[in-house]
Nanobody, 119 residues
Framework: QLQLVESGGGLVQPGASLRLSCVVS????????MGWFRQAPGKDREFVAG??????????RYADSVKGRFTISRDNAKSTVTLQMNSLKPEDTAVYYC??????????WGQGTQVTVSS
């Protein structure tokens, strides 16, 4: 019943910003911890950012490669999770996926949105 749909990807120059959105339907967003992952060409999928449940504090965590540049947030009323990406680098180029974790693992995934950073 849970569906995740990402949007906001695109082609930008190094140093630019993008804001990705993930709209969740089929259940209340506050029932899940949420995360963003990415997969670059020829590489495995990697964790980018995560945000916990509001009742557990809503803590956030980030991959070392994006700390200080990316920010994850959630709006339970709008059933939306966002990833604000600043100071983008060519190595950020990847397909970005939104994911939901009802328990200890991410079980539900969106279709992905392409982010390309190139001059």
């Amino acid at each position: 019943q849970l569906q995740l749909v990402e949007s906001g990807g695109g082609l930008v120059q190094p140093g630019a910003s993008l804001r990705l959105s993930c709209v969740v339907s089929g259940s209340t967003l506050d029932s899940y911890a949420m995360g963003w992952f990415r997969q670059a060409p020829g590489k495995d999928r990697e964790f980018v950012a995560g945000i916990g449940l509001m009742w557990s504090g809503g803590s956030t965590r980030y991959a070392d490669s994006v700390k200080g540049r990316f920010t994850i947030s959630r709006d339970n009323a709008k059933s939306t999770v966002t990833l604000q990406m600043n100071s983008l680098k060519p190595e950020d180029t990847a397909v970005y996926y939104c994911a939901a974790a009802p328990t200890n693992t991410y079980e539900y995934w969106g279709q992905g949105t392409q982010v390309t950073v190139s001059s």
